[in-house]
């Protein structure tokens, strides 16, 4: 489990296709997986990774199966790449955002960027169908990021959020540009009741106010 409060960024050093398997080699910055061992969970841009091996001071080894390639942007991602990073949560740990399971439901694209003094808007487009798990003033995690949500048109699938200085500063959301694949994880909480809800909708025979 994770909170969404990004720890720092790692950068991407290797990219090793061994088949059915892709390893990854990241750096991380000094001292961040000090009492890490084989077989701890991280969160690299929001999807929960287990380490398979500790190659060097502050670098760590990653496995990525077909399944998480297809379900996250990181088909795309290349030596160099630059990802938000946490680790797994502890009990007594302060969670500073909201309640994190790793597993993305799919990949948004930035839309728009626009500069709001220090901070920064950013609209994504989503299929519009999972806007049915987002709402103004919800949770989301983008990149791993916990995020409030400010805007939502369920109309034609887009989201907006406001970055404020220390989040541009801590992430890579300082470098996104309009067409950047962008990981998200809705809130789970808000999942359950809104499946909830449509499955008694649908059992009950009540159809929709118009």
Known sequence: MFTGI????????????????ITWTAAFPAGSL????????VSLDGCCLTVTGLPGVDRATFDLVPE??????FGKAAAGSRLNFERSLRFGDEVGGHILSG?????????????????????FRCAPDWTR???????VALNGTSLTLTAVDKNV?????????ETLAKTTFGQVTAGSP???????????????VERVVRELGLAPRQ
């Open 6 to 21: 990004v720890q720092g960024v790692a950068t991407l050093e290797s990219v090793t296709d061994r088949g059915d398997v």
């Open 34 to 41: 000090a009492g890490i061992s084989q077989g701890a969970s």
């Open 68 to 73: 998480t390639l297809k379900r996250t942007s």
């Open 103 to 123: 597993h993305v439901d799919f990949v948004a694209e930035v839309a728009s960027v626009r500069e709001l003094g220090d901070s920064r808007v950013v609209v």
């Open 133 to 139: 798990y987002l709402f103004t003033k919800g949770y």
């Open 157 to 165: 699938g887009q989201f907006s959020i406001s970055l404020i200085p």
């Open 182 to 196: 962008i990981n998200v994880e809705v809130d789970r909480s808000t999942q359950a009741i809104v499946e909830t």
